[in-house]
């Protein structure tokens, strides 16, 4: 996917393509789909690569292809768990999710396991969420506004604000919802790490000098992070919360949809693979 000309080699004659790569390349692969005249479903993780992808709108329909980004756990099937808890209400007033991807035998102190790429992971505990709060979008930092949420069968979770996690629904709701946010769920510590490593600087994406060298520091991150979350095992389990909020047959109604799925035993998929 890093090589044009391999992707332009190859897509032709392919009805459908998945993108299961890194953010990073889906809007190269995305180019090389209408070329193609492939249609390109993906994992998606970052909203600004998703709105330039949605800008190529009259090129889709120029080469009759459907581009479909943002389709992973989340963002993706967690949006789509959103809109079914609204649609469960006559009329939704506040849509709340809450989705995470964890170890079942977590391992201090990191009681985490890698299941996608490190700077996707990264990515989501960097820079700002939006979200609505009274009707309107609003910008909220991420790694702010923490909560416990009793999640059975793990017990208590922590839950707090990271990027990206709903796509572009947050603008299309816009005037349709009050309320509409998204948290990530981990074992209780874990975020006070990653605020920490934050606050120091660790995420960032511009050089700095160190004894006259130049680095960045979110690769120096990776590199010392990844190999202590990083396993040939993964033996995973994630869960989702929505809560929906709003009236249902003229009454005040709080409608709750949880998902919890594991590591499969018999495939041997991930839970963050299957979802």
Not at 92 to 100: M, N, T
Not at 242 to 249: N, Y
Request: glycine share 10%.
């Amino acid at each position: 996917v890093s090589d044009r000309a391999a992707l332009d080699a190859f897509l032709p004659g392919v009805d459908v393509a998945l993108s299961a790569v890194p953010y990073t390349f889906n809007l190269e692969i995305t180019r090389a789909c209408l070329a193609a005249g492939t249609s390109l479903c993906d994992m998606g993780g970052h909203t600004g690569v998703v709105r330039q992808q949605l800008a190529l709108d009259p090129e889709a329909k120029k080469a009759g292809v459907s581009i479909v980004p943002d389709c992973g756990m989340g963002p993706g099937l967690n949006v789509t768990m959103a809109m079914y808890a609204r649609e469960l209400l006559d009329e939704a007033r506040a849509v709340h999710i809450y989705d995470g991807g964890l170890p079942q035998d977590p391992v201090p102190p990191w009681n985490y396991q890698a299941t996608f790429h490190i700077n996707g992971l990264t990515n989501e505990m960097d820079g700002q969420a939006t979200f609505l709060r009274n009707g309107v979008l609003t910008a909220v930092e991420t790694l702010t506004e923490p909560e416990m949420i009793d999640f059975p069968p793990l017990g208590e979770l922590e839950a707090d604000v990271t990027s990206g996690g709903m796509s572009t629904s947050p603008w299309t709701l816009e005037g349709q919802l009050q309320e509409y946010t998204n948290k990530t769920l981990r074992y209780p510590g874990h975020f006070e790490w990653l605020r920490a490593f934050k606050e120091l600087g660790l995420f960032s994406e511009g050089t700095i000098k160190v004894n006259d060298k130049e680095v960045i520091p979110r690769e120096v991150f990776h590199a010392l992070l990844e190999p202590k979350i990083r396993a040939d095992d993964v033996r995973d389990i994630c869960v989702m919360r929505v809560i929906g909020q709003g009236v249902k047959d003229g009454k005040e109604t709080t409608v709750t949809v949880d998902l919890v799925d594991r590591y499969h035993e018999e495939t041997g998929f991930t839970a963050m693979e299957r979802l």
